[in-house]
């Protein structure tokens, strides 16, 4: 066999999409498929996070109390420390809170509907934009980080095509990269030790992330208020501040009806509507 004949040896080299280079910033959104990516940053890391790299959760002060001991326990069994902040009027706009000081009544959103004077919607998603982007954008510029989007991991799956489609740079979705599905994540926190505390239903937990979130579909929202009717009560609240200019700024969602009339239709146990509608995904994560 000729010398020209030989096929050129290539060596790949994979790299662990994990694996940090550059400065970084973790979005943990205090779901279980953002706290296992987490922990698999720690493993490409021998257990620790890496100097580049930093691990922010913002509080609304609607995530439910188990969300919260779960983002406490993560940092506290794998000896990683997680940036607690919230949104807040005053300048500079943020401020650096923990477990025991964080907001649990929806302080930092109220303060931003007030400054706002109408509420958010699923066309106008200020409450994600500034109670989190940008609230984590603010904090850390205060630390010195040149901050920008594509520094941000997002835990999202690759069997979540929908939401991964919406960003293009893919090097951000290291869980897609390294192709993890719902059943890995679920087959992880089985073998753990401590789990977050809420129900997971088929790979999802409906009270993640802020309670009754408007973007969630209304049957699961009903669903919700039927088994614990105070969580409404801030949503109603909100919406009966009716401070908006345009009657549609006074509600969530124009589309069906309001926290209050769903109390009511929970009380008189009416089911109207559809299981089927999907839920809208948006940047606060599982």
Known sequence: MTAHNIAPIVRVIMLDPFKIIEPTVISFSGGRTSAYMLWRVLQAHDGKLPNEAIVMFANTGKEAEETLAFVQACSDKWGVEIHWVEYQTEEPTFRRVTFETASRQGEPFE?????????PNPLVRFCTAELKIRTIHRYLKSLGWEHNE?????????????????????????????????????????????????????????????????????????????????????????????????????????????????????????????????????????
């Open 111 to 119: 303060a931003l509907i007030i400054k706002r004077k109408y509420l």
């Open 150 to 286: 594509t520094m941000d991991w997002v835990g999202i799956r690759a069997d979540e095509q929908r939401r991964a489609a919406k960003i293009v740079d893919k090097s951000r979705l290291p869980l897609v990269t390294a192709k993890v599905t719902k059943k890995e994540v679920i087959d992880f926190w089985e073998s753990q030790d401590f789990n977050l505390m809420l129900p997971n239903i088929n790979g999802e937990t409906p009270t993640g992330n802020c309670d009754l979130c408007f973007l969630k579909n209304t049957s699961k929202i009903m669903s919700l208020i039927a088994s614990e009717p105070d969580r409404a009560i801030w949503w109603a609240k909100m919406e009966g501040l009716s401070i908006a200019s345009m009657p549609s700024g006074n509600y969530f969602r124009a589309d069906r009806p309001s926290y209050a009339q769903m109390i009511k239709y929970s009380k008189e146990q009416r089911d109207m509507f559809s299981a089927d509608e999907e839920s809208i995904a948006c940047f606060c994560g599982d």
